[in-house]
């Protein structure tokens, strides 16, 4: 199996490893197959920009590289850009992934719109979207 330098700096380098406490939107996703879990804490100020996110993967390398890139692919961004974060943009980001670790990527755009919903929930608005991945290259 090869992986693209990208992947490999980011699983030898995750960026933004760790926890926010007190965050305004928390997402936890697993995998049943693999059993992976991702869990993502974001930091959303007033205006729905998102300041700050890390990330906790118990996940295979390229679950690590693919969250550590979906965080920086959303710092800075409002939470309706984050939301249309798709893993084929990830995986796009990361120059590619092998097909069998195409599922990776996929749990980190679900752990984004996990922790969205999260945040959603907490502020009292509506969840107006699907948390599963709008993407069909999905394989189980
Ligand atoms: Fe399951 Fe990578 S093998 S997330």
């Known amino acids: 199996m090869q992986y693209s330098d990208k992947v490999m700096d980011h699983f030898a380098n995750p ?3 760790g926890e926010i406490e007190d965050a305004q939107g928390v997402g936890v996703v697993g995998n049943a197959k693999c059993g992976d879990i991702m869990k993502m804490y974001l930091e959303i100020d007033e205006n729905d920009v998102i300041t700050d996110c890390k990330f906790k ?3 295979c390398g ?3 590289a693919t969250s550590s890139m979906a965080t920086e692919l959303i710092k800075g961004r ?11 943009a990830v995986v796009e980001a990361l120059d590619g ?9 996929v749990l980190a755009e679900e752990a984004v719109k996990a922790a969205i919903a999260d945040y959603y929930k907490k502020i009292g608005r ?10 069909e290259r999905y394989e189980h």
């Open 15 to 17: 960026r933004n490893v």
């Open 57 to 59: 993967t118990f996940g």
């Open 62 to 64: 390229a679950a690590i």
């Open 78 to 88: 409002t939470v309706k850009e984050a939301l249309a974060l798709t893993n084929s």
């Open 97 to 105: 992934l092998p097909p069998v670790k195409i599922h990776c990527s």
């Open 126 to 135: 509506e969840v107006d979207f699907s948390l599963e991945s709008a993407d």
